[in-house]
């Protein structure tokens, strides 16, 4: 069993070097590996880095780029040394970047060639420094964008005599590790506080439920600089002397699959998106690719049967060694869990928020809970707070070293999630099952109360929309009393299910209105017979480019309410 001497990101690091030297630590797909041994000493030199350019602890220091293993050993750079990290997603625009920068405070900027244009501006006297994660030498000042090299170039471990007489500051448990802005569903960032406790405790709490070995292999596919991929998906291994993989292009079924029969990884993380494409394009067409097969798939027996030999065949195609393939960010769809349950593919559920380090609830495959979201993790608190009598519904509520120390330079907003005895509100409605596991019915603020006082979640309505075999993505919202839905329909299918959608320009034009109107009602009748009376649908309607998502493909709702302006 590991024992560190403190909670930090600096001993994790010293603790896994010392206990797995020579085991692969961070790589490309297809690329040479570093050592646990060879990432230390990388490491301990650009904390010296840091300090040349001026670096403090408690500093804060900015990371934006794509995953790669220049991306980790940036991050333990950073908080070895007691400096900030501040993690930006590659998605956020040039703006959002630039007023993080700012907001932050930071006095070093890690960017990617690719990123490099959003802190280009930056790169001038009196503004932060940059260092290239591509090659992790300082950007000099003026530097153009052309002039940057785009291949990823590791540093030769070897102790730099220059920097031997640096005495790097050791951070304590209670630092501030990480401060993590967020672009949530309701529109406001926030820079989300985070102590090396609070990442290090929810790593261990997480291990009690699932156990990573120095034999695993992870493929890293979901950005690093959100905490569900950087606690759980990069922390957690790295304490366990496991092998980090990642890509270098984005994760495409070209791209992926091949990646996985090279790594055959045996543990990854997803958002339910990313499955649910692969079940609805892939899967499902298959089971249901005749009138035949389409009865035999409306029976239990068979369907059991058919999403067992499914799911063998996925299982293959993702390398044939997963035991743990994990989902979370958000809800997944009941069709989809159905398949992964009866199909008995290693996959597990966990709930979580940056504000939490993110794990609050999980399961391993072997205990996940059909439509639950896995019970609470041991050493955290989980409670339903204020449940309601009948339904024993309510708000989540979680106590624990994993909580936030809050939202910085926002102390009134802190004090609105946060209550006096440590009580974090999730902002999440749920419910606790008598075993203990955690059954998510929505978001507090997306619930809609019905004419006769009845609670409508429009997540719940979303995933019926969604179980339409022509639907990719839906948003159901209230306009006047009435319930609407905008529904992005899946134009591959189309093509494939209507021959006038084949038909030539003006021709096909007129046929498409006809035949979305018809696809409209069809799905508005699909949805209307499965849901109770007061979550009927009245309106369906084409949304016509997909929806803007957060980094964990949620639906940024706020700009689809009928009152958003820009």
Aim: hydrophobic share 40%; aromatic share 8%; with cysteine.
């Amino acid at each position: 069993m590991v024992v560190y001497s403190r909670l930090t990101l600096r001993d994790v690091l010293v603790t896994s070097a010392a206990q797995f030297p020579d085991r692969p630590s961070l790589s490309f797909v297809g690329g040479k590996s570093i050592t646990y041994s060879d990432m230390s000493i990388i490491v301990r030199n650009i904390s010296s880095l840091l300090i040349t350019l001026g670096v403090e602890k408690g500093d804060r220091v900015a990371l934006l780029g794509e995953n790669s293993p220049n991306w980790g050993i940036a991050y333990f750079a950073i908080t070895s040394m007691g400096a900030v990290v501040v993690p930006i997603l590659p998605d956020f625009t040039h703006h959002e970047v630039k007023n993080i920068i700012e907001h932050s405070q930071a006095k070093v900027v890690f960017t990617s060639a690719k990123q490099f244009p959003k802190v280009q501006n930056e790169a001038k006297a009196g503004s932060p420094d940059i260092v290239l994660l591509n090659t992790l030498d300082v950007v000099e000042p003026k530097t153009q964008s052309s002039d940057l090299p785009t291949d990823y170039e590791t540093p030769e471990p070897l102790a730099n005599i220059d920097f031997t007489s640096l005495e790097i500051p050791e951070p304590m448990e209670e630092d501030l590790a990480a401060i993590i802005y967020t672009s949530g569903t309701t529109g406001r960032p926030k820079g989300v506080m985070l102590s090396h406790k609070n990442l290090i405790s929810n790593c261990l709490s997480t291990f009690q439920i699932q156990s990573i070995s120095s034999s695993d292999r992870l493929l890293s596919i979901l950005p690093l600089s959100h905490t569900y991929e950087c606690t759980i998906g990069f922390i957690m291994p790295i304490m366990r002397g496991a092998s980090l993989y990642y890509l270098q292009k984005p994760a495409t079924a070209s791209v992926l699959l091949p990646a996985m029969q090279q790594v055959k990884p045996t543990m990854m993380l997803v958002v339910p998106l990313i499955i649910e494409k692969v079940f609805r394009g892939k899967v499902l067409p298959e089971l249901t690719a005749s009138k035949f097969m389409t009865k035999l798939y409306g029976y239990s027996l068979f369907r059991k049967l058919l999403h067992r030999i499914a799911a063998k065949k996925l299982y293959k195609a993702f390398g044939g060694e997963l035991h743990f393939f994990g989902i979370g960010g958000s809800k997944l769809s009941a069709d989809v869990e159905r398949f992964l349950y009866e199909g008995k593919f290693p996959y597990s559920i966990g709930y979580g928020l940056t504000e939490t380090s993110p794990l609050l609830a999980g399961s391993s495959p072997k205990t996940v809970k059909f439509r639950c979201a896995g019970t609470s993790l041991p050493g955290q608190e989980l409670k339903i707070a204020n449940p309601n009598p009948e339904t024993g519904e309510g708000e989540v509520w979680a106590r624990g070293a994993n909580v936030m120390i809050g939202y910085y330079k926002e102390p009134e907003l802190t004090k609105e999630v946060l209550t006096d005895d440590g009580w974090f509100k999730t902002g999440d409605l749920g419910y606790m099952h008598k075993n203990g596991a955690l059954e998510l019915r929505g978001r507090l603020k997306n619930m809609i109360v019905g004419a006769s006082g009845e609670n409508i979640y429009p997540e719940d309505i979303e995933e019926v929309i969604n179980s339409h075999s022509l639907v990719l993505e839906s948003l159901v919202y209230e306009i006047g009393g009435r319930l609407e839905a905008k529904v992005l329909l899946n134009y591959e299918l189309l093509e494939a299910k209507y021959a006038d959608f084949k038909k030539a320009a003006k021709e096909m034009q007129d046929s498409i209105g006809d035949s979305i109107n018809e696809i409209m009602d069809e799905i508005k009748l699909h949805v209307n017979t499965r849901v109770a009376a007061f979550s009927r649908l009245s309106v369906v309607v084409e949304q016509i480019e997909p929806f803007e998502k957060t980094p964990t493909h949620k639906i940024k709702r706020f700009i689809y309410a009928p009152d958003y302006c820009v």
